[in-house]
């Protein structure tokens, strides 16, 4: 299987399946020095991992993570960072009937037409466990960024028709409701739609929006490898992402040229900023020095209880009621999934644009 390798000079590679030994990450092109614990990892991963709240699957797991090597003595020593996850309470026979037909709105067909066969428990690599990886990866990239004064946070903004009011935006709310909104009321309205759809038996999406503030000008390579086109790609390959915006997004495509433009100004110490960050904190690709501003669209859990219609590998019709342990929602569980991603991609083009001039090496060498 090509592509389980994401980036160029910070570059993770995510292994694994979701009922299998284990689920992991090797992740290449940390600086050595960056102080990391299995603690600063593990943050992280409890944001992901299951069992959480009502709003997730009852598997329980610890997701406890091991750093097998590229630390020592709490420092990352610069050579390859390999983690692994251990999978505890795997419970296969839940998924021993799917062998033989196709589940809607997961990749069951697909592996079978391409790899002529899949492992059928809990999906394999399409399984959301996968994203312990990048998780995994994203809590090192964060710690690199934050080095840099640089900070990566995300939330839920809306789950299905509840949206999250700017006016009502309290940070501090994030972590005190189940679903991470930054708005009390939004939360429970959004919490009540969720047992709704539980209760009759299905699930519902949602869309995370993800900030970086305080980044730098200059990251990202203005042809195949703008910035934008790099986040694009990055929260696109998160298993359930229908859809990728950033700045105004889908708004642009509606807007005047003199409304959606930012405009320049100087600030009293002549310092360039925009008077407006419609753009999302690109410009032609490479980062202005604004908030980056994204959000990643969801769709529900395919995994429903619902009597659903398919067909089986013998090409007949038949009914199904699917079984298992099964989030209602995504959203929740994939805010932090959203947020490793962006900070996964962001060092990256960072890294990168360090040797866009010569000026910049000559700074790096001491020169």
Known sequence: MAGSSFGTIFRITTWGESHGAGIGVVVDGCPAGVSLTDEDIQIYLNRRKPGQSRFSTPRIEDDKVRIL??????RT????ISLVVENNTQRSSDYSEIASYYRPGHADYT??????FRDYRGGGRSSGRE???RVAAGAIAAKVLSELGIEVFAYTKSIGDVSISMDNFDRDEIFNNMIYMPDKDAAVKAEKLIDDMRNDLDSIGGVVECTVKNMITGAGEPV???LDANLAKAIVSIGAVKAFEIGNGTEASKSAGS???DSFACDENGHIYKKTNNSGGTLGGISDGSDIVIRAHFKPTPSIFKEQQTVNKNGENISINIKGRHDPVIVPRAVVVVEAMTAITVLDMILLSMSSSVDKIKKVLGK
């Open 111 to 116: 592996f079978d037409e391409k790899y002529g």
């Open 259 to 261: 409304s959606n433009n």
């Open 131 to 133: 994203t312990i990886g």
């Open 69 to 74: 090597s590229g630390v020592f003595e709490g």
């Open 77 to 80: 020593t610069g050579t390859p």
């Open 224 to 226: 195949f490898d703008k």
